[in-house]
Nanobody, 124 residues
Framework: QVQLAESGGGLVQAGGSLRLSCAASGRAVSSYTVGWFRQAPGKEREFVAA????????YYVDSVKGRFTISSDYAKNTVYLQMNSLKPEDTAVYFC?????????????????WGQGTQVTVSS
């Protein structure tokens, strides 16, 4: 089974950018649909973006469309989330997750494999 590890979080000012990485090990991530989720304090885990296996399709929550881009580098077995024009409301712990199915889903319980999360803090 696949193991996931996020990195790239940090503190950034509003309007800035960060690139999160989700490094996979154990299995080829190209065989999984990979999603990014985020969870702010006191809130439920929220879908952000996903890329279907082999990178055929992508999907974003409306609040990040035009600002965030999900991509994959299968040679590095890694999925990225490029986040531009960051806003304070993007502050959260960001998780990557994988499901062994080509269909993108937006609910967390559809994903069976999770990383440990990386903190993103956007200051105003």
């Amino acid at each position: 089974q696949v193991q996931l590890a996020e990195s790239g979080g940090g503190l950034v000012q509003a309007g800035g950018s960060l690139r999160l990485s989700c490094a996979a090990s154990g299995r080829a991530v190209s065989s999984y649909t990979v999603g990014w989720f985020r969870q702010a304090p006191g809130k439920e885990r929220e879908f952000v973006a996903a890329i279907s296996w082999s990178g055929a399709n992508t999907y974003y929550v409306d609040s990040v469309k035009g600002r965030f881009t999900i991509s994959s580098d299968y040679a590095k077995n890694t999925v990225y989330l490029q986040m531009n024009s960051l806003k304070p409301e993007d502050t959260a712990v960001y998780f990557c997750a994988a499901r062994r199915n080509p269909v993108i889903k937006v609910t967390p319980n559809e994903y069976g494999y999770w990383g440990q999360g990386t903190q993103v803090t956007v200051s105003s």
